[in-house]
């Protein structure tokens, strides 16, 4: 096969942009995956006081700005070398999972969950959120408006504004939580779980009383065996804010366990000339290529690597779900065998809104969240921090370094997706291997099938595109795999 | 930074964007710019918002005519050009356009569908970006040539859809 050189001068920015080289026997030889990615992160972030970055990388994701919030309040506490109150992080804990039930909301009902209520194969202009409300009812629009605007109420109490929160400090949290502002988050916290029990339902009812969805779900096109990352707590369940980062093999075996501090030691990234985002893979197992399997660095970050990653989830309605999740899939309700297909991830992100609910609930009737002490001064500067959370694409890590004066003299982050850029570009090749051969009519529900494919990560593709027209565009190219000569294109907007 | 609107009127200019990368600061921009003039005076409220999708609805919600102030890259025009697409147009401007949220006219018909009080006009202004991606406080020097055009349009656009009544 004749080899593809992209010059990095003349690589394209695509968004959402897939490049696909097909033999001439019809086989898929290679498939290239491209999103683009922010510049200039260091540059912006050096000789900026450290305490700035909480409210800086909240700006740099409109998507996950709560997630980097915590990651970089996380590393910041470390640079100073200061370990927030109890009181603090239960503050800390409790606006997080807020910000989970809502963001989770929003991808099961409007982005994901249209695959599946209305259909692979549904119309464009259909697969979406009305759609959604069109087969399950108004009432469910209106529950889904409501349940976003319950997280964003919690955000706004704990975090100072709905979106974009600037509460968290070096050592611990700005703003106080008063009796009222508890007693509110507790009916809010109620009316969550209540939510996402309403959810399940429709799982249960939509998704997977359809025979055919599950096996959709279960296909080979959609089965990936990679390592699975995710943060858990002491007894390794799963944990967004806090805990050790653990990797499991597709095997089920732990493949290691790391305090954010040590993410070097563990993960390395390799890097394409095609793309400007690099692929992180296990340093100790290396980079083999795009493959699966136990002796490939492949991982994901994901909602279904966190629960592969764990041994389960520390709130009733969510263990039960895990157990049902695992037993239904794989006939051991334990999850030590790990889940391997990508379309699950829905059903995973579901168990995690449930998780996330109860877990809001929880913190919110702590009463030691309205503790006056919820901030202890830094002690001094140790200069260099780092700080992990899961956020809902996947482990989040912030790295700096600063010199005595707190002053940032070194940036580096792994962002969700980053981390699943390989597994990405891997499950859109599978899926395509299965729907394209050469003189393959690209309909809209073969485009919309290998899109499917990319959609369970949910992945960021730099916020946002800057093309006509109108959403989120896909881009299809097929190659001739001996001359590179493009043979066909299909677009769409999803 | 966001606006908090604790009185909304009718007429909303909503400016999005994001102030750290580079020509995304155009909506925000425009947002402080308005804002220095005096408020009380101006029939509309100015917003600025770094939001996109859902978050739209509670903005535009109880609104009657929204001019959208956005950027775009539309890359058949010369950087700094200004795209007027009206009401009922696609709306394709850089805020507007995220794989992680829904579209402005999905937004707009949920809204209706849930029996909110929706906007009957929204216009979007964009101005053609050159760059998107790198972050920086600083527009490049076409886009920021833009700004006195965009403003006169807009003082324009607020005065017009002042005066009008909204046609249902």
Redesign the interface.
Known sequence: MKSIVIDPITRLEGHGKIHLFVNDDGSLANCYFQVPELRGFEQFCVGRPVEEMARITTRICGVCPDAHHMAAAKATDAVFGVTPPSAALKLRNLVYNAFYAGDHTTHFYALGGPDFVCGPDAPPAERNILGVIAKVGIDAGKKVIAQRARGQRIIEIIGGKKVHPVTALPGGMAKRITKEEQAEMIKIGEEMVEFSKFTLQVLNDVVLANKAYVDLILSDAYAHKTYNMGLVDANNKVNFYDGRVRVVGPDGKEHCKYEPKDYLQYVAEHVEPYSYLKYPFLKKIGWKGFVDGVDSGVYKASPLSRLNASDGMTTPLAQAEYERFYETLTKDKSGKTPVNATLATHWARVVELVYACEATLAFAKDDEITSDKIFSPPPGIVGEGVGIVEAPRGTLTHHYKTDKNAIVTEANLIVGTTNNNAAITMSIKRAAEGLIKKGTEITNGILNRIEMAFRAYDPCFGCATHTLPGEMPLELVIHDAESGEVIQTAHRNC | ??NVVTSAKPVLVLCLG????SDDGFGPEVARRLQDEDMHDLPADVVFA??????L??LLVGRKRVLIVD?????TAEVGTLHHFPAGA???S??L???????LP?AL??GR??SLEMPDVVDVLAVE?QD?????EELTPAVRAALKQTLDFVRSWIRQNSSEEPSR
């Open positions: 930074m966001g994001n102030e750290i990368l770094p939001l996109a999708g859902f978050h609805l509670d950027t775009i890259r539309t890359g696609l709306t394709p850089h805020s356009t995220t794989s992680h949220q829904i579209s999905t018909e949920l569908q849930l970006a998107l991606e790198t972050l920086s």
